[in-house]
């Protein structure tokens, strides 16, 4: 202990304190003494920014970084989702949460029921436009254009508010949130659809690496701090957080999960079908021999399994994906953990290939009694793939609840996994698996299906 600086035992000694408050242990000789838990209870909503699952893992950017101020302390987190941020806040002052990690506005409203801690981020809203020689540089240019936003939202009020600054004109179209959320407007926007829209900053930032040709440089709000929170009787604890990011640990840990989430592109669209195929030797790629070795074991069509592989990697053994995928399949860490392949390996073509297989094996299996059909079941397992099976069960239930057909992908399940950024469907009773992104699940069947086409056209099977 000695040889740790005295900023470090502080930090310790807070932390161990903090996490002491209010956890006792049956098995300790002195009641009054109470002992360190393994494990802090952190509350989080479903979102984007903050906690989803994705193939199966945690992710988030406020999950992972709560993840390494615990780790770092060698305490273990157990996950609570809420579905507001009141209820979680109730969930935090009756006992059954230690600590917040998702970001509460630090206002006076919020004061009186929390206290604030850790890292404050600051956001405002901004003007969501697409890229060009044209772009809207000042508020005062919105007089006269039509802005989008959703219905009964802050965004609406913040534009009200504009709107009667500027003196009225701009023309401010709510759209219900049962249809359209921010997301869907963004990806309207980007696809020329829509002209402008207005969002938080940092749910821009994180749909910029989705969308590159949309501009979101313009704020339209005041700057909104936020932090995480905990109960306001627990200085100690909120002591110890505010130690830990005051660290250069810290900043470290801050600016490499936000280049992960907010900076690295997560659009690996393929860059063009003309690079799917080696006309020169006249093959899809130097890996067909594996592809067509390990598709037998799955009763595949090479050709399909050689498809998923162009829309993973473009046949690139090297490509690491923003969420750490590896390899020509991009299978996940923990995925290869799970099935015997080690880090070292995991990028090696032919063990890369083969442990798809598995997990294509295993997705099958899975879904073979929900899904009969053979033929349309290939549609759910390329899905489940891409998403993880968890966000492919929600979309089956969703489909049967909301009256599709939860045995067809096309139409019907490919709707419902859409269903799953809208916070009315991802916090229904039926979904398990909670907020996803699905449109580039459903992009990614079409994807895959289209090079297959491709494929089956070029190379006699």
């Given at each position: 202990m000695r040889r740790l600086p005295l900023f470090a035992i502080a930090v310790i000694s807070l932390f161990a304190m903090a996490l002491s408050c209010g956890h006792r242990s049956d098995a300790s000789s002195d009641e009054s003494l109470p002992t360190i838990p393994d494990t802090l209870r952190v509350g989080t909503l479903y979102s984007p920014t903050s906690y989803f699952i994705y193939k199966g893992e945690e992710m988030g950017y406020e999950y992972d970084l709560m993840r390494k101020v615990l780790s770092d302390h060698n305490v273990a987190m157990e996950v609570v989702v809420?579905?507001?941020?009141?209820?979680?806040?109730?969930?935090?002052?009756?006992?059954?949460?230690?600590?917040?990690?998702?970001?509460?506005?630090?206002?006076?409203?919020?004061?009186?029921?929390?206290?604030?801690?850790?890292r404050e981020n600051i956001t405002h809203q901004v003007l969501v436009q697409p890229r060009g020689d044209s772009l809207i540089t000042d508020v005062t240019q919105l007089v006269g254009r039509d802005v989008y936003v959703e219905q009964?939202?802050?965004?609406?009020?913040?534009?009200?508010?504009?709107?009667?600054?500027?003196?009225?004109?701009?023309?401010?179209?709510?759209?219900?949130?049962?249809?359209?959320?921010?997301?869907?407007?963004?990806?309207?926007?980007?696809?020329?659809?829509?002209?402008?829209?207005?969002?938080?900053?940092?749910?821009a930032r994180l749909n910029k690496t989705y969308y590159d040709d949309i501009d979101i440089s313009l704020a339209v709000s005041f700057p909104q701090r936020a932090s995480w929170a905990v109960r306001t009787d627990n200085n100690l604890l909120a002591d110890s957080i505010n130690a830990w990011v005051s660290t250069r640990e810290d900043e470290t840990t801050a600016k490499s999960l936000l280049k992960r989430y907010f900076e690295i592109s997560k659009n690996r669209r393929a860059p063009g079908f003309g690079q799917a195929f080696d006309h020169k030797h006249h093959r899809i790629s130097q890996y067909d021999h594996l592809f067509k070795r390990y598709a037998a074991q799955i009763d595949w069509d090479w050709r399909l399994l050689a498809a998923q592989g162009y829309a993973e990697s473009q046949f690139d053994t090297a490509v690491v994906s923003w969420a750490g995928a590896r390899g020509i399949m991009q299978?996940?860490?923990?995925?290869?953990?799970?099935?015997?392949?080690?880090?070292?390996?995991?990028?090696?073509?032919?063990?890369?290939?083969?442990?798809?297989?598995?997990?294509?094996?295993?997705?099958n299996r899975q879904l073979s009694k929900l899904v009969p059909d053979k033929q349309e079941r290939l549609k759910f397992i390329i899905a489940a793939y891409n998403s993880g099976i968890g966000h492919v069960y929600d979309a089956i239930a969703l489909a049967r609840k909301y009256g599709k057909n939860p045995e067809v992908w096309e139409s019907n399940v490919e709707e419902a996994i859409l269903m799953k950024a809208n916070p009315e469907y991802f916090n229904d009773d039926v979904c398990r698996f909670g907020y996803f992104k699905g449109k580039q699940t459903v992009n990614y069947v079409v994807e895959v299906q289209k090079i297959y086409e491709l494929y089956q056209h070029k190379i006699p099977k």
């Open positions: 809420a579905h507001s941020i009141d209820s979680m806040i109730v969930m935090l002052n009756d006992g059954r949460i230690d600590v917040i990690a998702y970001e509460i506005p630090i206002t006076s409203e919020y004061k009186s029921r929390v206290l604030h801690c850790g009964n939202s802050k965004y609406e009020y913040r534009l009200q508010n504009l709107n009667n600054e500027l003196g009225g004109g701009i023309n401010i179209h709510s759209m219900p949130q049962d249809s359209l959320i921010t997301e869907d407007l963004i990806g309207l926007i980007s696809e020329g659809k829509l002209p402008l829209t207005i969002v938080d900053s940092d749910i299978i996940m860490p923990a995925t290869a953990k799970a099935y015997g392949l080690s880090l070292d390996s995991i990028t090696d073509p032919e063990r890369n290939i083969a442990t798809s297989v598995l997990v294509i094996r295993g997705l």
